[in-house]
């Protein structure tokens, strides 16, 4: 029997076919790997999740944001911790008094460094994908996909603006996550982090020997 004793997510799951979660000197959990990760980092991570009284928000009196979170998609938890295996969605609750003509809602999202690694908005699909914000309360999520992102941490700034004319929000970023490497399945990926696997971002690129 070999006790693999390690803070690393991905060495665990390459490396262990059972796994033992221990707090303060007490067994906490005990099961899959997968399983106990998911709790480890779920238990122990911060919830990041900026959210604004009805009568605050962010904007103008044409447009406000109440909401803005990170959310791991499988919905079961909102944690600052997340495996670059899963899917992150990025949840934006608008608020809208008329229709606007060229209204762009989205954000940045930003290294610690301050670099913009991407800025997306909801109008950047074809126009027949458009689905148009209506009066009153919207509520607009976007999915980073998984295996993109490298370990590190990261910010989101939300951005809404009218296209090429002004912005209404243009501000300092809101909320924050942590991505742990966790996608690759090669036994190379074993002990990588940010040090060894330099990037912002860390996908899996597919390679041919000719």
Known sequence: TVLFVSHNMQSIKSLCSRCVLISNGKVCRTGLPE???????????EQYDSKWSDLGG?????????????NVMNGEHDTYNILSNLDICVEMKVWIKKPLSGLCVGFDLITERGEIVLRSYDTDVSPESLTALHI???ILSCSIPHGLLNAG????A????????????????????????AHGESHFWNVLDKSNRPGVISPVLPWDRI
């Open 35 to 45: 399983e106990v990760i998911h709790h480890y980092l779920s238990g122990d991570g």
């Open 58 to 70: 962010l904007g103008n009196e044409d447009v406000r944001l109440y909401q803005l979170s990170v």
């Open 136 to 138: 009153g309360e919207n």
């Open 153 to 156: 941490l990261y910010f989101i």
């Open 158 to 181: 939300p951005r809404i603006g009218i296209h090429n004319q002004e912005w209404i929000l243009h501000c300092d970023p809101l909320v924050s996550f942590s991505v742990i490497l």
